[in-house]
């Protein structure tokens, strides 16, 4: 009942003009981001907090969270209209929505989409309204042995579950986010590491200009490496879909949008892993599973569904246990701290009415995804004219003010363009981002629990494995380690489809 | 054909992983001996479980043992060709792009932010990387009249705008 007040004066705060004009701008901006390849909501949300900081810090959090979801959805228009994903959490809705575009149903795929992202958001909106409160309770109970092992279990976890080559790279990424997260003032003993003597090292690595590098200039590079010729189906029928369009599938809607919530919870596993993984349990589910990659309505509202569930339940570990549940809340986090908002398990005490503006907050931006991505269709496919040579070299310099603006010293400036380049060749070699960035976001959390936890013994080890939720936290991730091994999780698997095999029949 | 390109790739995907292992290994072993070499601060007579190298020893050791790993597997990948394919990849026009855009990106925020105003700078570096994409490096066909008109805009507005919208309404201040 108490949640339901709070939830009430969460929307009524909002309901300011200010608040309702920084939404509109907000959401407009975030949509063009996410249309145009190349610009992702990470990006996007990173090169704005600059121009947040000044702001109020609940109208800064406001302005964030809309150009985060909005460059979500606006990603599903270049999936269908151009066969690219906007953003790479919309990889999946290509493989329905272009195809339903080319026989001519852009309006409908264009429709679907905007429709499922809101409900998918909204999915998420609950779970999020649901279970942050009684994780943040649970978590005031935690000790330093259970945070080392959170944050040892969100970089292996998001090195296992984004290493699109093999989570070998993913760990690795993992751990050199780590190591940067080494640099500068330790906080048990201030004892200043790896800073070589440069003065500027002691403070360590800020977050925002590694981000802004390893997802501004390294997006740049990726994307002007060669020139892109696209092709825009054009859009000849009507964007807005019948309710009986959308709620036939409401088992694939609901289902997507639980799954989306667990990969959001998932430390540092984003909207990409969201979208994939509620697409493919789609499939296997639906009825005309041979529909699916030929312009299958179900594979696209699976896809979109799936993707922004993830952003709303992202906001679970990144406000409860300040562990950023994708690459894009880890700039919120950034962000929050910024405006002196401490995300963590003393959110609920310190600032009850937060959590609940938050909610109100991606609320009122997935609705107003829902008006302008029905309304504005033309205004949009416009924004997929821009040509990437015009567009990119704007976005550069935002990318120096945007590193340079917050301390205000060139060095902020220097560290952006090692990540950016860095960040590219990583990207190459196809190395996952977000682990790296989790890796720096979690790197003090790791390093001071540990040591904190084995002060408090004396050097013994032991309540790192013996504490319930420790050992728990410790089997999980000595599981994913071993499943990560192909030997190992192959002989597994076998053993669950003999079982199946001769038990009851696979569902579908 | 696809197939022959796909292979191909893979090859030089495993070679470049073979360096890229190679020195990740050796950054891994630099910082085992770094946090091997930190200050235990004995003076301060902390608990030995607690010294500042423990983390970082651990995560070089990591680092190194996957470094290893990784080293290992790509280097039984068979790939005739891999290492001159490699190197054929730092030759082509996307390695050129990216070069390019790198050298213009270094200078304007090396040399330039600092030297002229950030304004200044911000117009150069738009102007130049317009019409460098737009005629030099278009793959397409090229209109240089075009194309100047437009990098003269976009830089007119995109330098002022950014100084105006920063520095003068969001009271930012700018390099």
Known sequence: ?508 | MDDHTDAREEGVRARADLVTALVLVALGLAVIYLSWTMPRLEARRIHPSTIPGLVPLFLGVGLTLLGGLLAWRSSRIEAPGGWRDLVGVLRTREALRVGVLLALALVHTLVLVGLIPFWAAAMLFIFAFIMVFETWLNEGPADPVKSLVWALAIAVAGGGGIYLVFERIFLVRLP
């Open chain 1, 1 to 508: 009942m108490e949640g339901l007040i709070l939830l009430g004066q969460g929307i009524a705060h909002f309901l300011t003009p200010t608040s309702l004009f920084n939404v509109i701008w907000a959401t407009l901006l975030g949509v063009t981001i996410g249309i145009l390849p190349g610009l992702t909501a990470t990006m996007g949300v990173a090169l704005l907090v600059t121009l947040t900081y000044k702001m109020a810090p609940d109208q800064a959090i406001l302005t964030l969270m809309c150009v985060y979801l909005g460059a979500i959805y606006g990603g599903s228009r270049t999936a269908i209209l151009l066969n690219i994903p906007g953003t790479p959490a919309n990889a999946a809705a290509t493989l329905d929505g272009h195809p339903l575009a080319r026989q001519g149903r852009a309006g409908l795929a264009m429709g679907l989409a905007t429709t499922s992202s809101t409900l998918g958001t909204i999915v998420g909106i609950f779970f999020l309204a649901i279970i942050a409160p009684l994780l943040s309770e649970a978590a005031l109970k935690f000790g330093s042995y259970e945070f080392f092992w959170l944050a040892l279990f969100g970089v292996v976890i998001s090195g296992q579950m984004t290493g699109s080559d093999t989570p070998l790279k993913g760990y690795i990424a993992g751990i050199l986010g780590l190591l940067v997260a080494m640099i500068g003032m330790e906080t048990l003993h201030a004892y200043q590491r790896f800073t070589f003597g440069i003065p500027a090292l002691g403070g360590g690595i800020d977050l925002i200009p590694a981000m802004v590098g390893a997802f501004g200039l390294a997006e740049i590079l990726s994307a002007m490496k060669r020139k892109a010729i696209a092709h825009v189906v054009p859009v000849n029928d009507r964007v807005v879909p019948r309710l009986k369009e959308i709620f036939q599938y409401w088992r694939t809607i609901i289902r997507s949008g639980v799954i989306g919530t667990f990969i959001g919870i998932i430390p540092g596993v984003g909207e990409d892993v969201g979208s994939w993984t509620s697409y493919a349990a789609a499939k296997r589910a639906s009825k005309r599973p041979e529909e699916f990659g030929k312009g299958s309505q179900e594979g696209l509202i699976a896809a979109e569904t799936g993707d922004n569930a993830v952003v709303s339940a992202a906001m679970i570990p990144t406000l409860t246990l300040a562990m950023p549940g994708s690459a894009a809340a880890a700039v919120l986090i950034a962000a929050m701290l910024i405006h002196g908002i401490r995300p963590g398990p003393m959110l609920m005490v310190e600032n009850p009415a937060f959590l609940y503006q938050v909610v109100a907050m991606l609320l009122l931006a997935t609705l107003a995804n829902l008006v302008f991505g029905l309304s504005l269709t033309k205004l949009f496919i416009k924004v997929l004219a821009v040509p990437r040579e015009r567009l990119m070299a704007v976005i550069y310099i935002l990318c120096v003010v945007g590193s340079f603006a917050i301390t205000q010293r060139m060095f902020d400036v220097y560290v952006m363009l090692v990540f950016g380049v860095v960040g590219f060749l990583l990207r190459e070699m196809k190395y996952p981002m977000a682990p790296l960035v989790l890796g720096i976001v979690l790197g003090d959390l790791l390093d001071l629990n540990l040591r904190r936890g084995l002060a408090l013994t004396n050097g013994d080890p032991s309540p790192f494995f013996t504490r319930p939720i420790s050992a728990v936290i410790c089997i999980i991730i000595v599981i994913t380690i071993l499943m990560s091994i192909p030997a190992v999780s192959k002989r597994v698997r076998s053993l669950f489809s003999r079982t199946r095999a001769d038990g009851s029949p696979a569902r579908g």
